[in-house]
């Protein structure tokens, strides 16, 4: 009877400790108030816009406090940065009047992006040798401006950023494991815009405290598999394994997408989704523990229809909507005779014939004989016959003179000469009988490129003999004269590199001009400077002059 009593009391003593490890500080945000209607118990809430004052509340249970730090942390953007009635209205993760309200950080701003410097909200009055949980979460129903939100906390260390898509967000939050406080008993909270969003918000927020046993649930989906193709009008069978170190879990929810499909209480954590329609689903399966922690785990699968057939004996009133020769999952279509396989179309559509893994529209690993469409010379020769997406033909001629001819005139020769506009390419590897136009052309010169202009030793020609040469021949020396260009057009490789032959020839002609100018100017100023001086001089002397004048004839 004692050692049954000793157990007991054993017993009680660690549900004790689990319990206490469950003890709970729950904050919800909100602009004004919460109505009467919407008061949820345990719930302490602060109320205000964190951008106008700053804003705290205090648990009188645990005297754990929470404030908005500064209301420079909070950044409006234009827009107040605390709202009601903007959540989800079925959210579930918090309870639904939490988080139907919010405190925004708006966006487009450095600060309102993570800074380590500027937390949202400090929370206080914890104890600085214990460990916590820090629950967070939010809901918004007008747009995806917050995906995703982020949020981070900071104790005794700094803990890794987590992220939250907030919109239409109904059963999703995010938790902190073993938060350390730092030595005053605070943690800071972070709640963060990233490159893509324009507001971040917080609607409620759990610290959970307990000792440093307690993990976070792990839930695992071990069927179906990531990526199975399961056959519509049929049941699926969802199994979940869920555990926790020091824990109990409660339930075990299964969702496709945002909707819940079921639940299971107790393991075996089993349920059947019953005849879901096609698509493509990403079905997640979230763990509770007692403590109301949850944790996720995700997979896609594609229902589709898996049922064949075909009449073998011919079909008639066809409607190639729904009536067809194919496949709809997504695995390869393969045509076989002698039960080898000969041809497969792969799920995007590409068609192999010899192999099953065909590269292009049309990919075969033997020959190709064409035959019907003949040369219009010979009459004899067959010809590749091809489609733009326009619906624009061109050939090839499998004859000794092979080439490429467009319908509107672009031919290409046996040596992939192309010619645009003429049906003579005259050996260049592109002729265009007519204009073109480019967004940009590389042209590589063969020749030299005449920087050697500016070596030390280049004789630069004179200007007279230069004046000679254009009244003679009336073009530049080392450019084309008009009648050559007329005659034989341009390489403009060369033509280029002879340009700026003369450009850089006519640099060193105006720094010439600019020594002689600038010599020609010091020689000027030096000549107005002595005349200066000689004026001064002349002016001195008169000055005495007319001083000696003065004086003889005050003697007289």
């Not at 400790?17 to 118990?41: C, I, M, W």
């Not at 406090?65 to 940065?81: E, K, L, R, Y």
């Not at 020959?367 to 033909?393: C, F, M």
């Amino acid at each position: 009877m004692k050692k049954g009593f000793w157990i007991l009391l054993l017993l009680l003593l660690a549900g004790a400790g689990r319990l206490s490890a469950q003890t709970v500080v729950s904050f919800r945000f909100s602009l004004n108030p919460p109505s009467s209607s919407a008061l949820v118990a345990g719930w302490i809430s602060a109320n205000g816009d964190p951008s106008d004052s700053i804003i705290s509340a205090t648990d009188p249970v645990t005297g754990v406090s929470i404030s908005s730090v500064s209301t420079a942390n909070w950044i409006q953007n234009g827009h107040a940065c605390a709202a009601d009635g903007i959540g989800y209205g079925g959210a579930s993760y918090f309870p639904s009047p939490v988080m139907s309200n919010a405190w925004i950080n708006n966006g487009n701003m450095p600060q309102s992006e993570f800074n380590a410097a500027v937390p949202q909200l400090v929370i206080s009055g914890l104890k600085p040798d214990s460990v916590y949980y820090v629950k967070m979460s939010s809901s918004f129903a007008y747009g995806t401006t917050g995906n995703p939100t982020q949020y981070t906390v900071a104790g005794l260390n700094m803990q890794n950023s987590q992220f939250l898509n907030i919109y239409d967000n109904q059963t999703m939050g995010i938790t902190f494991q073993k938060v350390a406080p730092d030595a005053s008993g605070k943690i800071r909270v972070y709640v963060n815009t990233t490159a893509t969003t324009d507001i971040a918000m917080i609607s409620g927020l759990q610290i959970i405290s307990g000792s440093a046993q307690i993990t976070m649930p792990n839930v695992q989906i071990t069927s179906p598999s990531n990526g199975d193709i399961l056959a519509e009008e049929s049941n699926i069978v969802f199994n979940a394994t869920a555990t926790e170190t020091g824990g109990t879990i409660t339930k075990v929810e299964f969702y496709a997408g945002t909707a819940k499909i079921g639940e299971a209480d107790a393991a075996p954590y089993t349920m059947t989704w019953t005849n879901p329609n096609e698509g493509h689903y990403m079905i997640t399966a979230k763990a509770t523990d007692g403590a109301g922690t949850t944790n996720t785990s995700t997979i896609n699968i594609s229902v589709e229809s898996l049922t064949s057939f075909w009449s073998m004996t011919g079909n008639i009133g066809m409607n190639a909507d729904s009536n067809f020769v194919g496949n709809v999952d997504s695995v390869r279509l393969a045509f076989r005779t002698r039960n080898i396989e000969r041809m497969s179309i792969a799920p995007l559509g590409n068609v192999g014939i010899g192999t099953i893994n065909p590269t292009a529209q049309l990919h075969t690993t033997g020959s190709v004989r064409l035959a019907g469409l003949k040369n219009d010379s010979t009459n004899s020769q067959p010809r590749v016959l091809v489609s733009d997406t326009s619906g624009n033909l061109f050939y090839r001629s499998a004859s000794g003179l092979s080439r490429w001819i467009y319908s509107g005139g672009t031919l290409y020769d046996s040596v992939d000469n192309i010619a645009i506009g003429t049906s003579n390419p005259d050996n260049y590897k592109l002729a265009v009988n007519g204009t073109a136009i480019f967004t940009k052309v590389k042209v590589k010169t063969a020749g030299t490129w005449p920087d050697y202009v500016f070596e030390k030793g280049y004789a630069l020609p004179g200007l007279p003999e230069l004046e000679k040469y254009l009244a003679e021949h009336k073009h530049l020396p080392g450019i084309a004269s008009q009648q050559e260009v007329q005659a034989n057009g341009i390489d403009v490789g060369d033509h280029a590199a002879a340009l700026l032959k003369k450009v850089e020839e006519l640099t060193l002609y105006l720094i010439e001009q600019n020594k002689t100018l600038t010599e020609q100017n010091r020689q000027l100023a030096e000549q107005a400077k002595q005349a200066a001086e000689q004026k001064a001089r002349l002016d001195a002397q008169q000055k005495e002059i007319d001083e000696l004048k003065a004086l003889i004839k005050a003697k007289h």
